[in-house]
């Protein structure tokens, strides 16, 4: 587990001012001090505004996207999950994220965070240049999946769920890298001023279990609960789909496993090994997809049989347990592994340019050439599109 220990207090008191009540809630989530005291970390800052232009629908968005070069902290990158903040600003979390050569600092690393706000998209940087969610001293790095919002007075609590990665081959090849388990962390977002982790944690040891669940690779909260779905990866040979289960904690209670609560098919239970498959590995969903509500509909966004597949699916249920139901087609984002080209990971945004009866949907983009990606980061930024809901 990594956490600030002596320096969170200190962090909240220097970063989130006057904010006084996220204090409250940094005592619920982190582990109490030791008595020896530390020197408060650094505090995270945003880049110089890059200009955004009125985005009235996924056209105008596509178009900026594609066309801004941006800082040169930040040139590319998959993912792409996000969150509204109460004062109006939207948050994006992005995994593996290209900087340019004139950046100072870390060319490659393992996340980073984004902040629209009205005219401006600003990054969010740790002092030392490196991953907004620094990698731990043995090199393995947090790769987000999920993050969801609890507002509070003054503040917002930020949960983002990451997985633990090891590099296991060329950094930017997404499949050069294996899963250890998932991670949880926290950030403070005062009201118009810039979000700051106050929290790492990892839930579970370190394993290259594939069949594993990941917790976190989906989140929503919902009457005053987090809900976070975990996937695992199949135990068949011609079985591509990962599975999905659903676990649920309030808020500040996240960063402490053993509140976690399993749906096991009739009632929530403390085993994660009773956990209910909501949905089979067989034609089931990408490692990583998005689970929201909307007008007490729950839908499950994803790709189905993950990076050899090309069908997006949006699965219903009517409660966050399920049972969820296959719908049709809504859209094709196939890759293809001969031309190098990898389209991937879906991701819903529900609250993003809503219109009744449809949804927002993003998917990553890369290239097997790295040449190719660093010569044009364009080809490695996330692509939008708006699907019907079922």
């Not at 593996?96 to 060319?107: A, K, M, P, V």
């Amino acid at each position: 587990m990594i956490s600030w220990r002596t320096s969170w207090r200190a962090r909240v008191a220097l970063g989130v001012a006057p904010a006084a009540v996220a204090v409250v809630a940094v005592v619920a989530l982190v582990p109490q001090p030791q008595p020896e005291q530390a020197d408060p970390p650094a505090l995270a800052s945003e880049t110089q505004c890059v200009a955004l232009p009125p985005i009235a629908d996924v056209d105008a968005l596509n178009a900026w996207v594609d066309s801004v070069r941006g800082g040169a902290e930040f040139q590319g990158a998959d993912v792409g999950a996000d969150a509204l903040l109460q004062d109006g600003r939207r948050l994006w979390v992005f995994g593996d994220t290209l900087r340019s050569e004139e950046f100072d600092g870390q060319r490659f690393v393992r996340n980073s965070m984004m902040v629209l706000d009205g005219d401006c998209a600003n990054v969010v940087l740790p002092a030392d240049h490196g991953a907004l969610i620094a990698d731990r001293d043995d090199g393995v790095g947090y790769w987000p999946m999920s993050i969801a919002v609890v507002h509070r007075t003054g503040y917002d609590l930020v949960g983002v769920g990451a997985q633990r990665v090891e590099a296991d081959g060329v950094p930017g090849d997404p499949s050069a890298f294996t899963n250890l388990g998932p991670a949880v962390a926290v950030f403070i977002a005062p009201v118009g001023q810039v979000p700051q982790l106050v929290s790492v944690t990892d839930i579970g040891e370190d394993s290259g279990d594939p069949t594993r669940p990941t917790w976190g690779a989906a989140s929503a909260v919902s009457d005053g609960w987090v809900y976070l779905y975990g996937t695992a990866g199949p135990t068949e040979d011609l079985v591509f789909g990962f599975s999905l289960q659903v676990a649920r904690v309030r808020p500040d209670e996240i960063l402490d496993p053993t509140q976690w609560r399993y749906w096991d098919g009739s009632d929530w239970v403390a085993d994660p090994a009773a956990a209910q498959v909501l949905i089979e590995n067989e034609g089931g969903v990408s490692q990583t997809l998005s689970v929201f509500e909307r007008d007490g509909r729950w839908y499950a966004v994803s790709k189905r049989d993950e990076f050899l597949g090309s069908d997006v699916i949006i699965w219903t249920a009517p409660a966050p347990t399920g049972p969820f139901t296959p719908g049709p087609v809504v859209a094709e984002i196939p890759s293809d592994l001969e031309a190098g080209a990898l389209q991937y990971m879906p991701l819903a945004h529900p609250d993003f340019l809503p219109e009744p009866g449809t949804v927002v949907i993003s998917y990553s983009r890369n290239d097997t050439d790295l040449a190719e990606v660093a010569a044009s980061p364009f080809l490695y930024r996330p692509a939008f599109i708006r699907v019907p809901l079922p």
